[in-house]
Each structure stands twice: as C-alpha cells, then as structure tokens.
C-alpha cells in the first residue's frame, strides 16, 4: 500500500551539530508534505511543510528539501540544541487525510 | 488560545466497558480528526470530518463511532473496549483539508485490561 517511511529509526548527534532527517515516500500523487515534532507525552507539534510545486522551504534553523525524482523528503535542523531532541514524523497527503510514517527519534547530547 | 483540547489524559478500562474520548477545537476550524498512534509507530487516521454533521471513516474505524454536532466538538466512542485499542488517541483539526497543517491535542492513554 501507499505508505511514508524514515530511514533511520534513531539519529544521535552532537549539540550545535547539523542534522539530517530523511524520510520517502511512496505515492507519487502527494502534493503535500509536512514534519512534525513529538515530544514524550504530547502531540505532534507542527515544524514547516512543503508543496509539490516547491524543492526547498526554510523557516527558522530548519529546511525541507523535496526531490520529487526519488520520492524523498528531508528535514534539516541547523545547531542542533538539547530541545530538539524528539520525535520527528513526516507525512504526506494526496489530498484527503495525512499518512504518517514511523518516526525518527532524534537525540542531542551536550 | 488553548487550540485542541482532549479529555481525559489518561484512562484504564476493563474489556467490553465504554467511553467516550472528549476533544474540542477553539480555532473555528471546519475539518477534525481521530488518530491512533501504537509504541514506535506513527499515526494512524481512525476517522475525520469535515464539518459539523459530516463524518467519514479513516484507515482503521472497526471498533470506534464519532459524531460532529458542532464545529468545536468532535467525541470518540468506544462502544465495546478490546485489548487492541489500547493506545494513544490523538484529535486533530486543520482549516482545510489536505494542504493545510493539522493541529495536534496531546492525547488521551488508553488502556484496556
């Protein structure tokens, strides 16, 4: 079935380090396309979202990349800081309800 | 503004009990939604609507009825609790469909033993 995935389950990296989050996608109709964060014990948190007609969008120390050619979607996190540490989802919509995929836990150390 | 709001957070229920998950929106938004998210998985779309009086099914609906009377309120029933529902339940709502974010409750835990 249509389906959105992560790579990688787990991310580590270091404080003030950049990182990446990759996610693919499987359904060649999405038009749109958005990260959230989830912290323990809340809801997803809305992070920025992408059309289909668009490669990149920035917003503040993240950027969404879109290559359309091999279904993939990526999340940039500039100086990563201790805050960011979550879970981070992405999904997709084809114009009805958003699929989501597994999620990447993302952890900083100091 | 307090955005989306679910009651209660947490609850434990014996198998075959009913309830009712509580969610309401102060953002005028028109679309809601119901999700599920099992340990390490994402989100899965147990039902949505569009506005008040329309509802439809989502990815996983067996075991579970809504109903939308007003913008604000959109309540989950569980009428008859099996172990599978034990889960996280999350209510969201966008001011479009699709194209526009969703935003997120931070959930109700759902047990059921």
């Known amino acids: 079935g249509e389906s959105v995935g992560l790579h990688l389950p787990t991310l580590s990296v270091q404080e003030g380090d950049n990182s990446i989050i990759n996610c693919a996608y499987s359904?060649?109709?999405?038009?749109?396309f958005i990260w959230y964060k989830q912290e323990s014990g809340k809801g997803p948190q809305f992070i920025i979202d992408?059309?289909?007609?668009?490669d990149k969008r920035q917003g503040q120390r993240v950027t969404v990349l879109l290559n359309k050619t091999v279904k993939h979607l990526s999340l940039q996190i500039a100086a990563t800081q201790p805050g960011d540490s979550a879970v981070y989802f992405c999904?997709?919509?084809?114009?009805?309800?958003?699929?989501f995929g597994k999620g990447t836990t993302l952890s900083v150390s100091s | 503004n307090a955005g989306v709001t679910q009651t209660p957070k947490f609850r434990i229920l014996k198998i075959g009990q009913s309830m009712t998950l509580q969610c309401t929106q102060d953002?005028?938004?028109?679309?809601m939604y119901w999700y599920r998210q099992d340990p390490g998985m994402g989100l899965k779309l147990i039902y949505y609507s569009v506005g008040a009086g329309i509802t439809d099914k989502g990815e996983v609906p067996n075991g579970y009825n809504v109903s939308r009377s007003t913008t604000e309120d959109f309540p989950l029933r569980l009428e008859l609790a099996a172990p599978s529902q034990t889960s996280v339940y999350f209510c969201?709502?966008?001011?479009?469909?699709?194209?526009?974010?969703?935003?997120f409750g931070d959930g109700t835990r759902l047990s059921i033993l």
């Open positions: 953002m005028n938004h028109n679309y």
């Open positions: 999904a997709e919509s084809a114009g009805t309800a958003l699929i």
């Open positions: 359904n060649s109709a999405s038009d749109y």
């Open positions: 992408i059309r289909s007609n668009m």
């Open positions: 969201a709502s966008s001011s479009g469909q699709g194209i526009q974010p969703q935003h």
